[in-house]
């Protein structure tokens, strides 16, 4: 692994994840109570014996570095050549932001080729998902691929979203289609398309000559799925598939591009389930995080006849939390939330320090950090009134940022 740099794109504004993405980069944001959405692909590299990083902030960034910085730098060791750093744009090249993934590594071609690595592993991150690098690296080096992608089966009628790939027989690549309107089945599966995940093993030399001869030719399009692949696969290069094999030790494969409002809620919603899909609890691969140090999560009050009882059930609830008399249910609660008597809480998402006062219920509802409900008020009981104050999604979730 030591032959491997890694560069880990944390730079994207998230504008689906609007207003949550309005004052933090979306890989900062928080998931699960206890972590923030880049603690996934982090906690991958670690488990993978990664321990060279690069990650290409941009937007909003100083909330993740700080979290980075706080959290994760301690776990590696300099004097053995282990590190983790921030990359803002460098302005290099000409051009002073990050106009695409594929410039974000163009515009650090120089550490890469000072780092000497043979290959150059390229991450997103705001997924979620368990995954051993190595094997890709591993079919990477056995196949003698100039790239490798790595991709995972998705129902065809979601297949849009993201690029489609079709493969010949031994995986290399055939075809690559950026976010298709009508995207084509795999042969053997009608139910299903093979999908890009965003995780890309590159033969360094090959990275470094391929960047900057399209540089060269092309004054714009650089992204690496809807424009870097496309170009390779029509000039015959070596790029080949890599299936994903997910740690996750569930019946069916789990990784999320949690991109949108709806779709962050649905998959944090399913950590409270009894067999949720995504297993937080595997000791084998644990996935690490930064919290300050806060004491236990506390529930007070018993007293049935007022109905006044500190209580929580499917929930996940972070140190810190105070549940005073409340009632919870099916709910998220990230560090030092209060919840004060009488009120209730379901289905819901509360960040760090949400106060919810006396009386006051939320419902359906992602309530961002640091914001009091007052006393007696209510969310996600009259929608229509709740759109005239907040974001209301599609499906209902009302969004108070």
């Not at 590299?45 to 570095?65: D, F, K, M, P, V």
């Not at 995504?278 to 007293?303: G, I, S």
Request: with cysteine; aromatic share 10%.
């Amino acid at each position: 692994m030591l032959s491997c740099i890694t560069m880990i794109m944390a730079g994207g504004r998230g504008q689906r994840l609007h207003p949550l993405s309005r004052d933090r980069a979306k890989p900062a944001i928080r998931f699960g109570g206890m972590y923030r959405i880049i603690d996934f692909t982090m906690s991958n590299c670690l488990n993978s014996g990664i321990r060279q990083i690069y990650i290409l902030t941009q937007y909003a960034s100083s909330s993740l570095e700080r979290y980075l910085r706080n959290g994760w730098l301690y776990l590696f060791r300099t004097g053995l050549d282990e590190f983790i750093e921030t990359r803002p744009p460098q302005q290099y090249g000409g051009r002073e932001w990050y106009e695409g993934t594929a410039d974000c590594i163009y515009k650090n071609l120089n550490i890469i080729e000072k780092s000497g690595s043979k290959y150059t592993l390229i991450l997103s991150g705001d997924h979620v998902y368990k995954m051993d690098y190595r094997k890709l690296l591993e079919e990477h080096w056995s196949n003698k691929a100039d790239v490798s992608i790595a991709c995972i089966k998705v129902p065809v009628e979601l297949a849009s979203q993201f690029g489609v790939i079709h493969v010949f027989p031994g995986g290399k690549i055939k075809s690559f289609i950026e976010k298709p309107e009508n995207p084509p089945a795999l042969p053997d599966d009608p139910a299903s398309a093979l999908c890009n995940m965003g995780v890309y093993c590159f033969t360094t030399d090959f990275l470094v000559q391929t960047l900057k001869e399209y540089y060269q030719n092309h004054e714009s399009g650089y992204d690496f799925g809807k424009d870097i692949i496309p170009h390779l696969i029509e000039n015959n290069s070596s790029v080949y598939a890599h299936t994903f094999v997910d740690e996750n030790k569930k019946d069916e494969p789990y990784w999320r591009d949690i991109g949108t409002l709806d779709a962050y809620y649905d998959a944090n919603m399913d950590l409270v389930a009894v067999d949720p899909l995504f297993n937080l609890y595997d000791m084998e691969w644990p996935v690490r995080n930064f919290n300050r140090q806060l004491p236990p999560a506390k529930t007070v009050f018993n007293n049935h006849e007022e109905n006044r009882i500190g209580s929580a059930y499917d929930s996940l609830i972070s140190p810190g939390v105070i549940l005073s008399g409340a009632y919870v249910e099916r709910s998220i609660l990230s560090p030092e939330v209060v919840v004060h008597s009488f009120a209730s809480v379901t289905n819901s998402i509360l960040f760090d320090k949400v106060e919810v006062k006396r009386g006051a219920v939320v419902r359906n509802a992602i309530i961002d950090r640091q914001i009091t409900v007052e006393e007696g008020d209510s969310i996600g009981v009259d929608l229509e009134k709740d759109a005239q104050r907040f974001t209301v999604t599609n499906h209902g979730r009302v969004i108070v940022a």
